[in-house]
């Protein structure tokens, strides 16, 4: 008996602990706006959480879901609270791999010793299905029916997207291998030209070789409307003009909605590859677009045009196209990327907010800015730039122009080298606040003579190599090394996502900087190199964007 009634009384002592940690504690109470969600599966719904500060408790409240299906997650993952109970609308998004059916879900909060939970029935729905047969462009015969169907009973591209806007619900739409070239015409806006996503709805082709969307050189591919949830996958979108009715025009435009590619090609469109945002003064930086093992190459215009809202690149490739690389004036991340042998420049950060992360620019060419353009705030961590050239009248910065009276530039660990301009051939810094730690200044040429490797004022954090700082206003630190060369091997294929300049035998770059001390400008340790190779590999960490190993 005594036995028995042991994990009962554990149970009221714990019970006990917590109620007197809320009675003479700051604490907080959970609550939900709703008991259930339904939700498909590739689908985000959002919920309101209320959270209600008790005994003076003020601060940020970590959210996380315990033991979540398969697929799940949780936006945002924390919540600043004040002295008055806060309300915050979270976001719960599936996947496809999400399993069907009645889920709950624990929702958890935690600050400090102070954790908290609340209860969620969520319930998962399969999206409708369409099986696309014919490459033809055809319209459906009867749109929200249930039946993807044209004229000849087949199940075309345009008719199954009709068909998933009328139902308003999610749907994927599976393409085989094929090319559906867009040839239709209409004033009715979704029986011609472009395709109009108006719910949400996943592409899923093929492969991205063997399943294409053809713009046939007249109309946009895409247009992802505002607030709806689009994924493409294993395809290719090319051959959009640079003029549609008299004005230019994307491949694919994400008008204020949220757009995931994963394994597609973006490539010879006359304009932009893909354009985010608006595009006009009352955007609202909605616009959300995720990339993933995307090649955007050879289109007339900029590769991928983020002109607000938020862009996450991993593992993309953006080469080749007449236009700028990568043109971002609200908020991009990237990873583990590429941005190569663009002719209006790599990456211009035109006023937004960028963080690159074992990135390699290389072969780009401007009038300012080869390489890098920054007229915002910009943080470069194992990045490489190389190879870039700025031309033309006045031309500055060769690998990096960083420009803006309130603009600041972050560069950590990062190798920049054989670029050439006119002034400022590896950075040139017109104005703003640029600080460097762990960086390689070497091998880059001013055709003029003025700062090879650097013009302008910047700040030494401490352990860079800087071949010649005769035109860089700056104190250095104890830690840097001037006047050497970095004896650097050629850009190549050293492993890893990106190409990089692995440091020769003997460079004096090798083993300098203490592991303690191998940190980005934030103090963040950086346990890895542009290659995901270990750091340190000898005694110590290298400078410049990798390790020789």
Known sequence: MVRLLAPFFLLLALAACTQLQDAIGPSFDLSLGSSSLTVYQSEGKKVNLTITPKNNFSG?????LVNPPVGVSLSPSSVTVGSSPKTQELTISTTGSTPVGQHTLTLQGTAGSVQKSVTLTLVVNQPQVFNVNTTDDTIDNNPGDGQCRDSNNNCSLRAAIMEANALAAPAVIELPAGTYT??????????????????????????????????????????????????????????????????????IWNNEGQITLRNVV????????????????????????????????????????????????????????????????????????????????????????????????????????????????????????????????????????????????????????NNTAPRGGGLRIDSGTVELKGVILSGNTATSGTGPECEGSLT????????????????????????????????????????????????PVLDRVPAASCTDLSNNPLSTDARGVSRPQGSACDIGAVERN
């Open 60 to 64: 940020t409240v970590s959210l996380s």
């Open 182 to 251: 867009l040839t239709r015409t209409s004033s009715i806006d979704e029986q011609g030209y472009d395709l109009d996503l108006k719910t949400n709805i996943t592409l899923r082709g093929a492969g991205r070789d063997t399943t294409v969307l053809d713009g046939n050189n007249t109309t946009r591919v895409i247009e992802v409307h505002p607030d709806k949830n689009v994924t493409l996958e294993n395809l290719t979108v090319q051959k959009a003009p640079l003029y549609q009715n008299n004005t230019t025009v994307a491949a």
């Open 266 to 417: 973006v490539q010879n469109n006359g304009g932009v590859g893909i354009y985010n945002g608006f595009g006009a003064a009352i955007d609202t930086g909605r616009a959300r677009l995720f990339m993933q093992d995307v090649l955007v190459q050879n289109n007339g215009g900029t590769g991928v045009y983020v002109n607000s809202g938020t862009a996450t690149l991993i593992n993309v490739t953006i080469r080749e196209n007449q236009g700028r690389g990568l043109t971002s004036g609200g908020t991009a991340v990237l990873t583990d990327t590429t941005i190569s042998g663009n002719q209006n420049g790599g990456f211009y950060n035109s006023g937004g907010a960028a963080t690159l992360t074992n990135v390699t620019i290389s072969g780009n060419s401007a009038q300012y800015g080869g390489g890098f353009y920054n007229y915002g705030t910009a943080t470069l961590t194992n990045v490489t730039i190389s190879g870039n050239t700025a031309t033309g009248f006045n031309a500055q910065g060769g690998g990096v122009y960083s420009t803006g009276y309130g603009s600041t530039l972050k560069l950590s660990f990062s190798t920049i080298t």
């Open 460 to 507: 030494s954090r401490g352990y860079n190599l800087i071949k010649s700082n005769a035109d860089c206003a700056f104190t250095s630190d104890t830690t840097d090394i001037l006047n050497q060369d970095a004896n650097l091997a050629t850009l190549a294929d050293n492993g890893g996502s990106v190409q990089t300049h692995l440091p020769n035998a003997g460079s």
